[in-house]
């Protein structure tokens, strides 16, 4: 039996277009719903999501990332505050009593008149696919365990399901989203962070107190599921009237990702493989022109990916090439020049980006005709291009963007101004299910959704508009 218990995968094509046909009310349009006009408030230090864990030289801002390239290695990180203490992590497999250790490395750093815990990173290695492993950090003085499971080995028709959350922040909104996110029943197995962490930088001096009470704040999910990173302009720290002039500092100090297992030579753009999925990260605020090493990084990445192995190719970034709000309007144009034809040879089935502080999914289109003087410079329908979901709507302390470009452009096909999380879960090599939750409903209820039908094994029309 194929998918949802049809055997013809012609009758799952149409079935799924139906239910993409249901949801026009809402397609093509911008949402009915309007949220209170609130401003977002960060909650004070003392709240409980910031709490620190007892004991002496506890490990706190516990946090894992993906190793490697495939899946079968996993970065843990952490910091310690009263001495450095040990860099080992203890780990086992859910049905093995054999436990075994890895060593990491320690660094600290200092920004203004901050000096930096002790950050630890260690690499856990040579892990069975599709496991759970229980973890221990903090060995000799204050320990605290952990668990995560690995994903099932890749291949092209291996169910697995992302959540995604951008621009989060530690707003009492953002708590909201990651609550929300923790119990949607759909239960995203890794989450997709498209950039803009703890917004520190938001504080006099760029207060990086304020990145060690988002690590903890985000813990409590960080620790048992890979996060995989994106990197916003939050996060550049870029201060040079107080004589921080090297970008990504405290970023790149805390949060690790496994750049060099897909060649690339620098944290900020990246690939791994999970499950029957190829994401690739990319980054908005390092140079990506001609003969940068993120644009020959790129170039070089596509043509590498298999869609008989991981059928399904997403890409991640921070700023949108599709925005129709009047907040960061056309930031990512140059991006969009450099990259889009690429995305379209390729066939790149979505494309999540934040920093606009709402909500946007657009069509399948395109704007790759454009050469100076043909004049040809509007987006068009494009079956081989991607769907551009922009998900910056966290709930940070800036708030909601809610100053629109009317009329609607035609390619966007719906937005809303509140915040929120998504879940992007695959079923087979053919079909996956798009659903965004908005925070002010039930954690189980859906305002977008969407059937997507893979660019490379079913390029049919999958729009949810009628006349996109």
């Given at each position: 039996m194929g998918l949802l218990g049809f055997s013809s995968p012609l009758v799952v094509?149409?079935?799924?277009?139906?239910?993409?046909?249901?949801?026009?009310?809402?397609?093509?349009?911008?949402?009915?719903?309007?949220?209170?006009?609130?401003?977002?408030?960060?909650?004070?230090?003392?709240?409980?999501?910031?709490?620190?864990?007892?004991?002496?030289?506890?490990?706190?801002?516990?946090?894992?990332?993906?190793?490697?390239?495939?899946?079968?290695?996993?970065?843990?990180?952490?910091?310690?505050?009263?001495?450095?203490?040990?860099?080992?992590?203890?780990?086992?497999?859910?049905?093995?009593?054999?436990?075994?250790?890895?060593?990491?490395?320690?660094?600290?750093?200092?920004?203004?008149?901050?000096?930096?815990?002790?950050?630890?990173?260690?690499?856990?290695?040579?892990?069975?696919?599709?496991?759970?492993?229980?973890?221990?950090?903090?060995?000799?003085?204050?320990?605290?365990?952990?668990?995560?499971?690995?994903?099932?080995?890749?291949?092209?028709?291996?169910?697995?399901?992302f959540g995604l959350i951008g621009d989060l922040g530690q707003s009492y909104d953002s708590n909201v989203t990651l609550t929300h996110y923790e119990r949607n029943p759909r239960k995203g197995q890794t989450l997709l962070f498209v950039g803009d962490l703890s917004y520190a930088d938001n504080y006099p001096c760029h207060d990086n107190n304020r990145w060690d009470t988002w690590g903890r704040f985000v813990e409590r999910s960080a620790a048992y599921q890979p996060w995989i990173w994106t990197a916003g302009n939050h996060e550049i720290d870029f201060y040079p009237e107080i004589g921080e002039t090297v970008p990504f500092k405290p970023y790149s100090h805390r949060y690790r990702v496994p750049y060099r297992a897909s060649g690339s030579t620098a944290p900020f753009w990246y690939s791994t493989k999970r499950a029957s999925a190829y994401i690739i990260v990319l980054s908005s605020y390092s140079a990506y022109g001609k003969y940068t090493p993120q644009y020959k990084w790129l170039e070089e990445e596509l043509p590498k990916v298999n869609r008989s192995e991981t059928p399904w190719l997403i890409v991640l970034m921070h700023a949108p090439w599709y925005n129709s709000y009047n907040y960061h309007y056309m930031e990512g144009e140059t991006m969009r020049v450099m990259y889009e034809p690429w995305f379209v040879k390729y066939k790149v089935d979505v494309v999540f980006a934040g920093h606009v502080h709402a909500y946007e999914r657009s069509e399948r289109v395109s704007n790759i005709a454009y050469n100076v003087v043909n004049g040809l410079c509007s987006p068009i329908k494009d079956l081989s291009a991607p769907v551009y979901i922009t998900i910056g709507d966290g709930g940070n302390l800036e708030g909601l963007a809610t100053n629109m470009t009317e009329p609607q452009p035609a390619y966007s096909a719906y937005r809303e101004a509140s915040f929120g999380h998504a879940i992007f879960e695959i079923k087979n090599r053919t079909h996956a299910y798009y659903g965004w939750n908005r925070n002010q409903d039930g954690y189980a209820v859906e305002a977008d959704s969407m059937w997507f039908l893979n660019r490379f094994w079913s390029p049919i029309d999958d729009s949810t508009t009628a006349d996109s």
């Open positions: 094509a149409v079935f799924c277009l139906v239910l993409n046909a249901a949801s026009l009310v809402n397609g093509g349009k911008t949402s009915s719903f309007v949220r209170k006009v609130e401003k977002a408030i960060d909650m004070p230090l003392d709240a409980d999501v910031f709490q620190v864990p007892p004991g002496y030289n506890a490990p706190q801002q516990v946090h894992i990332t993906q190793g490697d390239l495939v899946g079968k290695a996993v970065i843990v990180s952490w910091v310690t505050v009263d001495e450095p203490g040990t860099n080992t992590v203890v780990y086992w497999s859910e049905n093995s009593e054999q436990k075994e250790q890895a060593e990491g490395k320690v660094y600290t750093y200092k920004y203004y008149n901050y000096t930096s815990g002790y950050i630890h990173h260690c690499t856990i290695r040579h892990l069975e696919f599709n496991t759970k492993y229980y973890y221990v950090v903090g060995i000799g003085h204050t320990e605290r365990q952990f668990w995560f499971v690995t994903p099932p080995e890749v291949g092209p028709d291996v169910p697995y399901s």
